[in-house]
């Protein structure tokens, strides 16, 4: 309780210190606040020996300093998956999900200031889970093994998940044979449709999310290029995906399209990057900049997104990175740009101006070969 005059009284402070020492004890005697808003990177070591997050420091002038691993408690692959989301942070940094891909299961864990504390696993629901996305209290995992799948889990309030019963829902080839190559699921801004990108078949997948959490049959949609990976959404709702074409030199492309419940109608249909293997996408919080990784060219190619969701390249290479360059994040205020270098195992730093335009702020770290995922506080 505040004095009338706005000093904290002697009970006020007593209470604020006791929640401090009880928030120490909790996290194992660090004294960091108990914020949401922290600065960190996360990359997925994804070792087949036993899978880590590790944690980079972001300084404010979005330099990166190494600050340690922590285990998940389950097993990567030890190689890369091919997908886009591996690693994601819920809205407001509170929740950190990983998939174990050797272990088919996905972590969580809660996120308090620098710190974080695993919370619990659970089994994917599917083989080899590739790639997950988070709305409000929800999460679906992209499962590649087997016939490959989709499935959800409800967020409890201490950030466990629970398995959704019925949430199951197979891809294009209704489960039948070989998984067609999924890359990407990700719910729509208004978390109303799932979407999952194919790669062996050209489909862009949409499942319908009723007010319960469940996803409906599967709806498929051509994709405008070949070889659909990546994707985002941006601000007003347009979906931007990359095309690898099948990582034939030179012919990477992003597409645009315009997502109403099951209807999803191009924009723009393949806007050349000029590059080669754009696989990764990430689009700025104001929407206006989208930007893809050339896993191929070591590079990133930017663009500009237009009101009505149009892309126009700004710049093939917008920036240079390490050699492989695969999956990329923003910072919440899209303020930095992360790009993990497969093949340089380390990760890129560039600062987005405000003209979309990249500049390079050095790499940093030393990653294991097959680590995936970027996440960005």
Known sequence: MKRRNGTPGRSYRIALLLALLVSAMAWGGTASAASHDSTAVYVLTNSAAGNELALFDRRSDGTL???GTLATGGQGTGAGLGSQGALVLSEKNR????VNAGSNDISAFEVRGGDLR???RIASGGQNPISLTVH??????????????????SIGSHGKLRALDGSMRWLSNGGVGAAPGPAQIQFSNDGDT????????NLIDTFAVDDDGIAAEVVTHPSAGMTPFGFAFGKRGDLIISEAF??????????SYDLDEDTLTTISPSVPTTQTAACWVAVTKNGRYAYTTNTG???VSGYRVACDGSLTLLAASAGATGTTPTDLDLSRNSKFLYVLNSGSHNLSAFRVQADGGLVSLGTFGTLPAGA???AAS
């Open 372 to 374: 995936v995922g970027v």
């Open 246 to 255: 099948g990582g034939a030199p030179g012919q990477s492309a992003l597409s």
């Open 297 to 299: 060219s070591a590079s």
């Open 194 to 201: 799932l979407v999952v990108t194919e790669k062996g078949t």
């Open 136 to 153: 409000d209290d929800l999460l679906y995992v992209l499962n590649a093994g087997g016939g490959g799948n989709i499935s959800g889990f």
């Open 95 to 98: 929740w950190l999900f990983a």
């Open 65 to 67: 300093r190494p600050a």
């Open 118 to 120: 695993l919370v619990n």
